[in-house]
């Protein structure tokens, strides 16, 4: 909000006499004027951040430059290469970790399709999410154990040739990771409020190995990918139109396919398409990581920040990173809104039960899944949305006019992430030059539960694509992450 309007809006005092009516339904037009304006991206803006992302994109597959600012997209080569895995056959174990809960997965695989699948999921305790690295991964392989006699699957490591058999693991770690191959590969930082000690900067396969040793677990680490990376590739073995995999929940991410020559920043995988790359057409791709989360970071140049934003932003404990991550993903958008609603209470735009409200008083306590409930709510009145303050949060709201606010503020702060979304889509598709004819593989309790969602992002991709966008097809690819890095596993432990 500018501050001119904060002036004149502190200007705007009423008290109850009629004039004065007047005045306070001025300042609760000026103030919602004033968030629509900045939460509904308009296309032109959509534009400049749909080139920035083109540009940041081409920039990061590039060798850093002297005198060129490095790119806010980390594009990190996947080392997963396009290739027919229609011979992969056997048992793979995956380990889908990217957030407070992790799955462990026994994946039977039969010429490339699966044919049987056991999980469980876990939960990771706060404590081990902000202890140090050696209880982090002690959890996960413990977990793993338990895993394996909850389903009586010990039998999966059956001895042969008097030694006993390391079963092959893809290896799920949903965070920005710079692979140095595809088992192996450092935590550059964490996100998701993770802080565990002894991590970042660290080989996190190594870790998990030797995590998977102390516990007597045998498994054998063969590959180690990104929760975007294991969506694109389990959607890919169904559908060779798929172009990218991405994630919209908790955390916000994508990755695609890019032809290996433009990856100039690394000088294996150019050579790797030289040797590959023939006259007849064959061009080797990559899968591409690319972080987008971090998108518009450093200078917040073409991003649509609010003074919300940067509160989240700087109380957050990796300030001034993730910065587009912090406008779509699930464990933000609740938190945006709380602070719109908490605003609009103290400008006295809402009931000042919002003001008061103990839960609502403490960060994070707005859950982005009432967000999209209340954003959905038609019921007569918004019955709906007068129950859930109610019941979640101890806010009764008596005045109609302020629930149809609430509904506003919540569907505002939806809306905005999905254009974003889309923008980053349309982005990435446009770099490909696949736009026509895309299957995009997308998984994430935002995508797949917010209403609306889906069909905001899909509007908004045609818009910057133009006709062709119609033709870009957003398919649910649920679990994704996990069976796809089994599905990893199986090409790497073939070597096919
Ligand atoms: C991480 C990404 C991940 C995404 C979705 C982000 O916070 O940096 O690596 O893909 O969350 O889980």
Known sequence: MTSRLVTVLEHITPTQNGDDATLAAL??????????????????????????????????LRPTQDGVPASTLRMLPSYVYKRDAGNANGIYYALDLGGTNFRVIRMLVRGGRMVQSLSEKFTIPKSEMS??????????????????VNKDVQGDNDVQNNQTKALP??????????????SSGELISWTKGFTAKGVEGHDVVKLLQHAFQKQGVNMNVVALCNDTVGTLITRYFDDATTEMGVILGTGSNACYWEKARNITKDADIVAFAQRHDSADGHTSEMVINMEFGNFDSTHVSVLPRTQFDDAIDQASPNRGAQRFEKMISGMYLGEISRQ???????MGVLPASFGSSDRLAKAYSFHSKDNG?????????????????????????????????????????????????????????????????????????VFEKTPGFRAVMQRTIQGLVGRGGADVRLTLTRDGSGFGAAFIAALASQGA
């Open 131 to 148: 202890g140090d690295a050696d209880s982090l991964f002690g959890f996960i392989a413990r977990s793993v154990r338990q895993f394996m």
């Open 373 to 445: 409930l209340i954003s959905a709510d038609r019921t007569p009145g918004l019955m709906d949305t007068r129950q859930l303050l109610e019941e979640h949060y101890g806010v009764r709201v008596e005045d109609e006019r302020a629930r149809y606010i609430v509904r506003e503020v919540c569907t505002l702060v939806i809306h905005r992430a999905a254009q974003l979304s889309g923008m980053a889509i349309a982005a990435t598709l446009l770099k490909t030059g696949r736009q026509d004819n895309a299957t995009v593989a997308v998984d994430g309790s």
């Open 340 to 346: 719109v609603l908490l605003y609009l209470a103290s």
């Open 27 to 60: 300042k609760t037009r000026l103030i919602l004027d004033s968030l629509r304006a900045q939460f509904i991206v308009a296309p032109r803006r959509l534009r400049e951040m749909c080139s920035f992302m083109l540009h940041e994109m081409t920039i990061g």
């Open 169 to 182: 693991l893809g290896f799920t770690f949903s965070f920005p990771v710079k692979q140095t191959g595809i």
